[in-house]
Nanobody
Framework: QVQLVESGGGLVEPGGSLRLSCAASGSIFSINTMGWYRQAPGKQRELVARISTDGITNYADSVKGRFTMSRDNNAKSTVSLQMNSLKPEDTAVYYC???????????????WGQGTQVTVSS
């Protein structure tokens, strides 16, 4: 069974910073892309950032220049999201996503963490 566990959410004032982390564990044969998504109340889940196996990242326009996603060089199954200059509109539940192949005989599938709340408010 594959598990993704996020950590690092919380309450921060506008202009502040937070760092989210996500660790994938369990039965993992291979990991493709990993990403961060968020969902605000009453809105659809949206892509925030994604990183490929060779470290190429892409970001939503709304977070470019403020958020940075990285992958641990040693533990390819661990990713982080550094969020700077946070705005109230960044408030949402943030979910970690991994496109993972659990066994050599299975296909790549999307797995999700349980989510972590980020609240930006004064």
């Amino acid at each position: 069974q594959v598990q993704l566990v996020e950590s690092g959410g919380g309450l921060v004032e506008p202009g502040g910073s937070l760092r989210l982390s996500c660790a994938a564990s369990g039965s993992i044969f291979s990991i493709n892309t990993m990403g961060w998504y968020r969902q605000a109340p009453g809105k659809q889940r949206e892509l925030v950032a994604r990183i490929s196996t060779d470290g190429i990242t892409n970001y939503a326009d709304s977070v470019k220049g403020r958020f940075t996603m990285s992958r641990d060089n040693n533990a390819k199954s661990t990713v982080s999201l550094q969020m700077n200059s946070l705005k109230p509109e960044d408030t949402a539940v943030y979910y970690c996503n991994g496109n993972i192949r659990a066994h050599w005989y299975t296909i790549f599938q999307d797995y999700w963490g349980q989510g972590t709340q980020v609240t930006v408010s004064s």
